[in-house]
């Protein structure tokens, strides 16, 4: 669990020309591992360019050979367990076993108003993500599978031949509040947070590690409620949004690094700079922490 490690989060944005050069940038940059949103369209970008999010993986997939891919993060929104499951176990097959499969509840918005839900309640919205992440769960790891929940179904649901990694792709489960951190507790390998939940007041990194420590105090009772060792448990922390200035220089994210690995997480994610808002940024700085910090004395 020692050593920080070091992820991307590319937005797919672009067609696969360019950003097949970006995804395998990343990978030369050195990062461990790179991510994309799983949504249908995405807040003010929704009438922009917006591709899908296990195509664009496993294209992602085949123009790398080292980085772990990863959904941040796919939600019972639009998704449904059988079909998803499917869809990781072919994922994790051609990556060669680099997929990690981020899970989270849904903000609702779009992804569900396009389908005609009704949106749910926060309690609702918490018992859905519950039988997603377990039925999910259950499909990754039995070749077959039968569930009756509120909101999934499977029956006589066929996960064959499974995943390449066993007991199953991991999964990296983004909690806040204590029922979703309970369900991290269980079933996830990566705690993921993005800071304050929902969208208020964005926070410089340095102000907002007060809060995050906290949020990783909550993670390790989690844990140890259940009996399991809070050490097993990676701890993620998503920069950009509600935790900005991070990548705006090398010291800045130097700094930044070193600030959450004291507060107790094990991974620090940041954006693709990008032209315009959101995560405006110089690919100059990007670069320049590649060869800083991602691969010291490497070429640059």
Known sequence: MSGLRHGVV???????????????RAETFGFDHAWTYDHLTWRTLRDEPWFGTVPTLTAAATATSRIRLGTL???????????????LTAL????????????????????????GSKPPSPSQRAQRFEEFVELTDLLLRSPVTDYTGRY??????RTVPGSVQQPRVPFAVAATGPRGMRLAARYA???????QPGWGEPARYDHAVPHLAGQVRAMEEA??????????????????????????????????????EAAG??????????????YQGRIEVLEDIAHTVLTPGGAP
Do not use: N
Request: a negative charge; glycine letters at 10%.
């Open 92 to 115: 994790d097959d051609i990556s060669g076993g680099r997929l990690v499969c981020g899970l989270g509840a849904g903000a609702g918005g779009h992804d569900e108003e396009v389908l």
């Open 189 to 195: 390998d990566v705690w993921v947070t993005a800071g």
């Open 152 to 157: 999934f179904t499977a029956v006589d649901a």
């Open 265 to 278: 997480f094990t991974d620090v994610v940041i954006h693709w700079p990008r032209d315009g808002f959101p």
């Open 223 to 260: 844990c140890a409620a259940i009996g399991r060792d809070p050490s097993t448990v990676r701890r993620l922390v998503v920069t950009g949004a509600m935790i900005r200035h991070v990548s705006d220089s090398v010291s800045a994210y130097q700094d930044a690094c070193g600030l959450f």
């Open 10 to 24: 590319l937005l797919p944005e672009h067609r696969w020309a360019r950003a097949r050069e970006l995804w395998a």
């Open 73 to 87: 993060v796919a939600s019972p929104a639009f998704r449904h367990p059988v079909t998803f499951a499917k869809e």
